[in-house]
């Protein structure tokens, strides 16, 4: 049953594809933007990477500001406010001619936008798809597959035909979509539906000092960090691996492609998967996290294999892109519908993290091997490490899930539909208790 009206939901379902479709076009084509900084500034690559690794950590790394704004203002205001420092950023940094200005203008200002753009949407969809969240952040994240099957090709034809700067000035473009998308973002009223922080902004940290003391929930988000640095090392240093190796430019962003279609077959698969009565998340997440690492760790074996990248290409997008649809519906076991929203928030902090230490020192040792053998050896190990997370999660985990969905919480979905939401105190007080039983059930 949806908390409103169905055409509403399915509307914010679209709209949440659509921001992680053009999100995904812009992060999946740093990996070639890379190559062509390397070229144009003549910088090592571990100083070359930071651009490319700002904009894509900074996404996560928005997590509480996102969330602080989604608490205040709502989704599609603060949609709105991340696409247009999305644009600006990128308009900005096709006029720059300096390596440390475009930290400023893509890495900073553009990532921030991007996160601010980004992290509404598992937050709305959590909202509007409380039963199905699984296979509705499935769908949702595939729009980030889609955004990566066109990716390559299409930022290698905007470098080969209008620049560097006309690849930025283009890109701005293309990414100024989200803003009709966040318009659609439309959920219940915010003050019916989350913490009584909105009312005493101290509590907004509070949250947070509560989400960090369930055990469960926190190796969840350790194993996240981790998985994190190996797929961001993929992302930026994936094409100057292959071609390093034989690969040529065309060749190696094409692998995003590949990689894509794999990505869209394991968000959908996975996001069927967690449904009612489904899969366990947690499971499913270990198994992920575990293949994802072995994929890794074995690549500098057969990447000088004329079939090696392609290899490698789908059996990492299928193992890697799944992992993301288990955001909301581990969130929602751990912490209650309540808590989503600041949940969301930290988990994508703590992606951020790292992902903004894998690159760089994926590029540091490369370096100083000068080969990329040891950093994917390094971030496989790291993705193994990560599946282990899974494991000792399971350990704090309470034998049997509890959800927090009440007869109070059903009665106010009903009154959502039929447009009109009337909570009482002490029912918003009951929800909130409910909640934090759970949280601290899991310490």
């Not at 005493?200 to 988000?221: C, D, G, N, Q, W």
């Not at 962003?253 to 009612?276: E, N």
Request: hydrophobic share 50%; proline share 4%.
């Amino acid at each position: 049953m949806f908390p409103v009206k169905r055409g509403r939901a399915l509307g914010v379902l679209f709209a949440a594809f659509g921001i992680h479709f053009f999100a995904g076009v812009l992060m999946y084509g740093t990996g070639i933007i890379h190559l062509s900084l390397l070229d144009a500034f003549h910088r090592d690559d571990a100083t070359t990477s930071v651009v490319g690794s700002l904009f894509v950590n900074l996404m996560c790394i928005t997590g509480p500001l996102a969330t602080y704004f989604t608490d205040r203002w709502g989704c599609r205001v603060t949609v709105l406010i991340g696409g247009i420092l999305l644009v600006v950023g990128l308009v900005m940094s096709s006029f720059v001619n300096s390596l440390w200005l475009l930290l400023v203008t893509n890495g900073i200002i553009s990532g921030v936008g991007n996160g601010l753009a980004v992290l509404p949407c598992p937050v709305a969809v959590g909202y509007v798809f409380r039963d199905h969240s699984g296979l509705a952040m499935g769908i949702t994240t595939s729009g980030v597959g889609i955004g990566m099957l066109v990716s390559g090709p299409l930022i290698q034809y905007l470098l080969d035909t209008y620049g560097l700067s006309g690849t930025y000035l283009m890109s701005a473009a293309i990414v100024s979509h989200v803003i009709p998308c966040g318009m659609l973002l439309k959920t219940p009223p915010k003050k019916n539906l989350t913490l009584a922080a909105t009312k005493h902004r101290v509590e907004f940290f509070k949250t947070y000092i509560k989400l960090v003391k369930a055990p469960s929930f926190m190796f969840v988000l350790v194993g996240s960090i981790l998985w994190n640095i190996a797929y961001a090392v993929n992302m930026i240093h994936l094409p100057n691996f292959v071609v390093q190796n034989g690969s040529s430019r065309s060749e190696a962003s094409f692998l995003f492609t590949v990689i894509g279609v794999g990505s869209i077959l394991s968000r959908l698969i996975m996001g069927l998967a967690t449904g009612p009565k489904g899969l366990d998340p947690l499971l499913l997440n270990f198994g992920l996290t575990a293949l994802m690492g072995a994929v890794i760790v074995t690549f500098p074996l057969y990447v000088t294999y004329p079939t090696g990248p392609m290899i490698f290409a789908t059996l990492y997008g299928i193992y890697s892109g799944g992992l993301l649809v288990f955001t909301v519906p581990l969130c929602l076991e751990f912490v209650g519908m309540q808590h989503l929203n600041s949940a969301v928030g930290l988990w994508f902090l703590l992606l951020g993290l790292g992902s903004l230490v894998g690159p760089p020192l994926a590029g540091l040792v490369f370096d100083l091997t000068g080969s990329f053998d040891y950093s994917y050896i390094f971030s496989g190990l790291f993705a193994l490490t990560a599946s282990a997370c899974s494991l000792f999660a399971s350990i704090w985990r309470k034998p049997e899930k509890e959800t927090v969905t009440t007869r109070k919480e059903h009665e106010f979905s009903v009154a959502a539909e039929n447009g009109f939401v009337a909570v009482q105190s002490h029912e918003a007080h009951m929800m909130k208790e409910q909640s934090e039983n759970l949280i601290s059930n899991n310490v």
